[in-house]
């Protein structure tokens, strides 16, 4: 492709992906009126006392033709075409509504949502959120807010102003995907945030890799320095939940608790729930060898 002669190539696999694309964008509304769209939640714990402390509220959607659609392949058609606000709206009262519902059952969880770029730039998601928690009873601060570098830094002016509203509300920012973005660590202090979550790439694979280690170590330090709480996000066994909780990450999430169920599902998994403690038996190991 170079000048005025421009070459459009078809290729049929495309088309089709073109067509089911377009077909995602116009369906989600109606999607929402119908139910297809539910809200899954994976657990997080903290890891000093091994208590549940909150949960991740991830989006699923049962598409009535295409079946079932992973966040993957609708969040970025909807994103690019503007209907995210929508949905974003929908998994906010969804949410607080089900954390109104697990107070009430005597769970005290955090719920966390994912933003988008869009919404970042929306000056009227602090009005919303706001109704959100009156309208349920929710105080500001069982909700946080995930949102990544990068759609931060696609409009930095304007992201920051919204989140400097929605801080000031008394909700919790938290940077997703952390070290999977742009570099703007020299970006973080301007941004009004509470918390980093390392992005599962670097937690997955931590105990067979030391220069996985080494970034979670530093991003822990770096955030720690900055008086921010740490998430470690992807902890799938065992041995990497000791492995971030010797590193001294306050909060775990990852398949190894559980993976994102429906809400009725999680209020039965935390009824047979029993914390634990993870140490780091290498460290402890260690030690022992070190005090023979
Ligand atoms: P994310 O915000 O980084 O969410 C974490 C993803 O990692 C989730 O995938 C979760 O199921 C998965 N995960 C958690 N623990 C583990 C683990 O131990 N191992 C592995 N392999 N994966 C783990 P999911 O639910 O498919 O969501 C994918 C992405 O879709 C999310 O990534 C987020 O960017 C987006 N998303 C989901 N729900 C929403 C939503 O309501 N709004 C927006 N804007 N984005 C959403
Ligand atoms: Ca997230």
Redesign the pocket.
Known sequence: QSGSDRVVVYEAGREDEFVRRLRVVNDLRTALRHNEIQVFY?PKARLEDGTICGV????RWHHAELGFL???EF?PATEQAGT?VH??RY?LSEAVRQCRYWLDFGFELEVS????ARDLTDEYLPYHVLQILKDNEVRPEMLTL?VTESSIMEDIGRSVLVLECLRDLGVRISI??FGTGHSSLAQLKNIPVHELKID?SFV?PICDDRQNEAIVRATIELAHSLELSVVA????DENAIRRVTSLGAEIA????LS??VPAEELTEWLTKYTPTVYRDRRKTDRAFAREA
């Open positions: 994976q991740e509220a991830l989006v992973p966040p993957d969040i995210i949905l974003t998994v949502v994912n933003l988008s995930e997703d995907d599962k997955m996000e992807g902890v799938e999430q990852g398949y190894f993976k994102p």
